[in-house]
């Protein structure tokens, strides 16, 4: 049963995000991933220009004469959403926890791609599989997928991005495009990442929240670890904790960079604190640049 809090937060999410798509991604999403599937259109005979490396070798010793393959771009692509929804999600230090970010970063992707007649699935996950909705088209579906997001109580804490992108590989048989949703705070993904990589186009969307790089001097207070329960008191005044917890986030986050860069796939990083338009705005642009 859904309540009249969690319909208006639907609502409000679906209409922000909408007037994004349409005022600042209308044809962007399309130019950013247009031509990275494509498929099988017909066999028509060889003509000056054509390349070689598309004849079909079969046709051609069958008819006596060369003939080539023609390919065209998809109609139609599909696009997963792999979000995350450990613990450390649920922070915020500014208006919104990262997990409602992560909401609509899901319905600007997703009614980008309904709008490109594209079609959408979800995969939500913590140390498990949650839950994974197959990917269809529509209207509803998409505002399904925001209200999974916003109102699902997942049973894990800790993170297992491993086993999210196993778990995607093996239940997505053809390409897709992948948007992985996550503040990255996991380790052991490496290998499986490199190996998504190559059979989907997977982009990495990096939840940052500022409270996260920096503690404010509070004097000693109780922090809760949202994945392990674990509690310990902090003197937040102490300079040579705050550098340590600093310097470990600044390794964290080189380490991921490190990763994907390394794997060759992009990465979009996202403050909680700022617009996350711009960076999304300059991912597809970049994109548009490389086709």
Do not use: C
């Amino acid at each position: 049963m859904l309540t009249k809090e969690l319909l208006k937060q639907v609502k409000q999410i679906e209409i922000k995000t909408r007037n994004v798509v349409n005022e600042v991604f209308s044809g962007e999403y399309h130019s950013a991933f247009k031509g990275r599937g494509m498929e099988f259109a017909e066999v028509r005979e060889y003509q000056m220009g054509d390349d070689i490396r598309s004849i079909d070798w079969n046709v051609t010793a069958r008819s006596g004469s060369p003939f080539v393959k023609v390919f065209e771009e998809e109609r139609e692509l599909t696009v997963m959403l792999v979000v995350d929804m450990s613990g450390s999600l649920m922070f915020g230090s500014v208006d919104k926890t990262k997990q409602q970010i992560a909401a609509e970063l899901a319905a600007i992707l997703a009614f980008s791609a309904m709008k490109n007649n594209d079609k959408v699935g979800l995969i939500l996950f913590t140390d498990r599989i949650e839950k994974f909705v197959p990917p269809k088209k529509g209207r509803s579906h998409g505002l399904r997928i925001i209200r999974d997001i916003l109102s699902f109580k997942p049973e894990g804490n800790s993170t297992n991005i491993k086993s999210a992108l196993e778990y995607l590989n093996h239940t997505i048989k053809r390409k897709s495009i992948a948007f992985l949703i996550s503040d990255f705070i996991d380790e052991g993904y490496e290998k499986i990442l490199n190996i998504v990589g190559k059979k989907h186009d997977l982009i990495g969307v990096v939840l940052q929240d500022p409270r996260e790089s920096e503690i404010p001097k509070s004097g000693v207070i109780k922090f809760k670890d949202a994945e392990t329960g674990l509690l310990r008191y902090i003197d937040t005044n102490n300079n040579d904790l705050r550098n340590k917890f600093r310097k470990a986030l600044e390794l964290q986050n080189s380490k991921r960079k490190s990763i994907f860069i390394k794997s060759r796939l992009d990465s979009i990083e996202v403050n909680t604190a700022e617009s996350y338009v711009k960076p999304l705005a300059n991912f597809f642009r970049k994109r548009e640049k490389m086709l």
